[in-house]
């Protein structure tokens, strides 16, 4: 049985929570927060009494195979560099870091350690996406060569999480960070971008409507857009619209978890809505399914020595895009990917 510790016990961290009760062949034994409501809430919840409000006194103190990371941003480089000082493997909730030379030294530091890191990049886990990966990969649409990854909506998003409302930079940092792995996670990896964003709410810092063009090179191009300002019937929150043209078909993943597959058999339909599971609630139920999934894959990687598949390594490509897009945004200019990653 792996022994993790979970660091940072805010909102998103009770889904870490229960996906880690449902996963088989791991245990968390220890938290740590440095607020002591959040630590109390945690820890009763799920049983914990190994709790602390200093992750490096934690550190000490616990026996542990791995530490997963759920604080925000401003704290990821320190965290990471500290687990990495007790070679330990860890998780790290996304985005990555700060800035890019920060996630470029973490992965150093983890690499030094020699410790697996893996970015809680979550999204390309829920069903309905791995769906759409596995028509790709069955040849029946053929080779794609356009691609549309959507994600639009008029949700509050602010009251779960009021620092979103605070930083200068938004939903391309915040969401676009998930839309963009996704297209890389289908279509591969972008050798350059082009984009707009712009702030709709005045009630925000940052931009809440971002539109990408991305190149993936051959000739496949995909358009990636996300809006928080998109008030629309049914609301898609937090759905991810899909549409694929291939040589021999298409596919268009549409909200309500519809899929609709073109081939030359014919056309078909799948509903490929994601199972609610006992501990979730919709309409979080695709993102909580997908945080039980890279959770069970995580453990499947420490226990077989694998690659995660979000490790940081690959992750740094999506997140050097999250750079790309600012840079092109502010610039009105193309931006390659190959600088920023070298
Ligand atoms: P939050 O503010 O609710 O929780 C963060 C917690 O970390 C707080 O309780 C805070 O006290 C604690 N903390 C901060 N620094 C700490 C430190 N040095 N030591 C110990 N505890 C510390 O934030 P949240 O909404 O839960 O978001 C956390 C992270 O999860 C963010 O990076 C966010 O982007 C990410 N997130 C991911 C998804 C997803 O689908 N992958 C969804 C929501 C949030
Ligand atoms: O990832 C996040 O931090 C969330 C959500 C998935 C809703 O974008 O804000």
Redesign the pocket.
């Known amino acids: 049985m792996l022994r993790g510790a979970l660091?940072?016990?805010?909102?998103?961290?009770?889904?870490h929570l229960h996906g880690w009760k449902q996963a088989e062949g791991v245990e968390i034994v220890a938290i740590?927060?440095?607020?002591p409501e959040?630590l109390k809430i945690a820890g009763d919840t799920f049983g914990i009494s190994a709790r602390?409000?200093?992750?490096a006194e934690m550190l000490k103190k616990e026996k542990l195979d791995f530490v997963d990371i759920?604080?925000?941003?401003?704290?990821?480089r320190?965290?990471c560099e500290l687990v990495a000082s007790h070679k330990l493997p860890m998780i790290c909730?996304?985005?990555f870091a700060p800035t890019l030379d920060d996630a470029k030294a973490i992965i150093a530091a983890c690499e030094k350690a020699g410790v697996p890191l893996m970015i809680?990049?979550?999204?390309r886990w829920q069903s309905a996406i791995r769906k759409v990966k596995q028509v790709m990969d069955s040849g029946e649409i053929g080779d794609v060569f356009w691609g549309r990854i959507s994600f639009r909506s008029g949700y509050d998003i602010f009251s779960?999480?009021p620092?979103?409302a605070e930083g200068t930079r938004f939903i391309v940092d915040?969401l676009g960070v998930?839309v963009l792995d996704v297209a890389r996670f289908l279509l591969g990896d972008v050798k350059a971008v082009s984009a707009r964003t712009t702030r709709v709410n005045p009630n925000i810092k940052g931009e809440d409507v971002a539109t990408m063009l991305l190149d993936h090179g051959a000739g496949l191009t995909s358009v990636v857009d996300c809006s928080y300002s998109t008030k629309q019937e049914p609301e898609g929150f937090?759905e991810t619209v899909i549409e694929l043209d291939g040589t021999k078909g298409s596919l268009r993943l549409n909200l309500g978890y519809q899929l609709k597959v073109t081939a030359p058999s014919g056309t078909r339909f799948h509903d490929v809505s994601p199972p609610l599971l006992p501990w979730a609630s919709k309409p979080w139920h695709n993102?909580q399914e997908?945080?039980a999934l890279i959770e069970q894959h995580w453990v499947d990687c420490l226990q077989n020595n694998k690659e995660p598949a979000t490790s940081g390594r690959d992750n740094i490509k999506t997140f050097a895009l999250v750079e790309a897009v600012y840079q092109s945004a502010a610039s009105g200019q193309t931006v390659a990917l190959a600088p920023l990653l070298a």
Do not use: W
Request: hydrophobic share 30%; glycine share 6%; proline share 7%.
């Open positions: 660091i940072g016990c805010g909102f998103f961290a009770m889904n740590c927060d440095r607020s959040r602390y409000s200093d992750a759920a604080t925000t941003v401003p704290t990821h320190a965290l909730q996304k985005p809680h990049e979550n999204f779960g999480q620092y979103l915040d998930h937090p993102i997908s945080v």
